[in-house]
């Protein structure tokens, strides 16, 4: 099969000059049997079944390293999410993905769960009124939070919408979720290969939902959900007039008002960049000015920050089709962010927490990591009620 008769996404390939850099600054380039490299000349000789018969484009978090690193500026990434189109059109889904795009067909949400389980995290919110609880959902809110599944569906991760609620509250924000109206973002869907037509439907409802509510702007806390939200829903010709921000562009203003007091005991922490904030949404100064407002804490950052930072291995699916591998690459940043002798590795994402944190228990590394909402909402002066004096 000739690379110049497939779609012209594949036929990108041909400029690549096999210099290997974007094998050396793959995050799994140690653990794969092939390298990236390999799969490129595969493409360019035009063995693409052989190159589809790899799988390596599976073993991937879809960090774009490869990409920012390439000199000739290829778009890797999209050359992977094309094998992965191919791959399910050709095989159907791969591994566990076939029960988890059925789980999202029928429920819009990863985990299966009935819509009214998306206010479940509401319910034992630390520091809040029963009256601003009964009010989170509202009918018109010049903001809407967007949780996303993870936060909203994982126990584990109910810290984190739990935060921003407090601190929006605090600063006296007009605010509301969508609640039981929330769909996925649709992103599993993408990288699970079953292509930009397959979220069509997801962006519609969203955006109708948010503008249901008159809301200017929308709030997220998951990098990913703000990559789908701002390029995504986009490229899909949904477009809607509605500024996404990721709360680390909104909340410094915020904090700036000074109506939050929060503690000045001292403390270090080193900051990971989630790739789909960083490296793909270029949201790399305002996690740290947010970081500076807070009295008493000192960052220290990793060898590998800001477009540099290496990924967490929470991304792509790879947990999904290769657990063991993501694993590999998350013990790989934490062993970095140990270098810095912080107390905390803090993030803005959690899906890197969820894995940094499991590379930390493997490596029984003495670090704590928290979302930075988590981390923020802990550092409020509740001896004042957080009010400012
Ligand atoms: S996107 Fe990241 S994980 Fe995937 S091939 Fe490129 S560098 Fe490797
Ligand atoms: S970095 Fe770009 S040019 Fe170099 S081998 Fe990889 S794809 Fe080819
Ligand atoms: S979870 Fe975060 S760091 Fe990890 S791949 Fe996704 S965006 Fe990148």
Not at 278 to 290: A, F, Q, T
Request: glycine content about 6%; some cysteine.
């Amino acid at each position: 099969m000739e690379v110049a008769a497939e779609k012209d996404i594949l036929h990108e390939i041909m400029t690549c000059i096999q210099c290997g850099s974007c094998s050396s600054s793959c995050p799994g380039a140690d653990n794969l049997d092939l390298t990236r490299r390999q799969l490129w000349r595969m493409l360019q000789m035009g063995l693409v079944e052989e190159a589809m018969s790899t799988e390596l484009f599976w073993q991937c978090t879809t960090c774009s390293m490869c990409e920012i690193r390439c000199p000739r500026g290829i778009p890797l990434n999209k050359i992977i999410m094309e094998l992965r189109e191919r791959y399910l059109e050709k095989n159907g889904p791969y591994g566990s993905m076939q029960q988890m795009t059925t789980i999202l067909n029928l429920t819009k949400s990863i985990t299966g769960d009935e819509p009214k389980n998306r206010l479940l995290w509401t319910e034992n919110i630390p520091d809040i009124t029963l009256e601003e609880r009964e009010k989170l959902v509202k009918d018109q809110a010049e903001v809407v939070y967007f949780t996303g599944c993870v936060s909203a569906l994982f126990p584990q991760a109910y810290k984190i919408p739990q935060s921003l609620t407090r601190i929006l509250l605090k600063g006296g924000i007009d605010f509301s979720l969508l609640g039981e109206d929330e769909w996925c973002c649709g992103y599993p869907k993408l990288a699970a290969g079953c292509g930009e037509d397959s979220i069509k439907d997801f962006a519609a409802h969203n955006i109708e939902v948010v503008k249901a509510k008159g809301a200017k702007t929308l709030l997220v806390s998951c990098p990913t959900c703000y990559h789908v939200w701002k390029n995504e829903y986009s490229n899909l010709g949904k477009q809607h007039q509605i500024e996404i921000k990721h709360y680390t562009e909104y909340l410094p203003e915020l904090i700036k008002q000074g109506n939050i007091q929060f503690k000045t005991d001292e403390v270090t922490i080193t900051y990971h960049d989630p790739c789909d904030l960083g490296r793909k949404s270029d949201v790399i100064e305002e996690p740290r000015e947010l970081i500076r407002l807070l009295p008493g804490v000192k960052l220290v950052e990793m060898r590998f920050t800001g477009k540099d930072s290496k990924c967490c291995g929470g991304g792509g699916n790879l947990e999904m089709t290769n657990s063991e591998l993501s694993l590999e690459i998350a013990q790989k940043r934490v062993a970095e962010a140990m270098e810095t002798n912080a107390q905390y590795l803090v993030t803005t994402c959690q899906q890197c927490k969820r894995t940094l944190q499991n590379a930390v228990r493997k490596n029984r590394a003495r670090l704590k990591v928290y979302d930075l909402l988590e981390f923020i909402a802990e550092r409020i002066d509740t001896t004042t009620g957080g009010e400012a004096k």
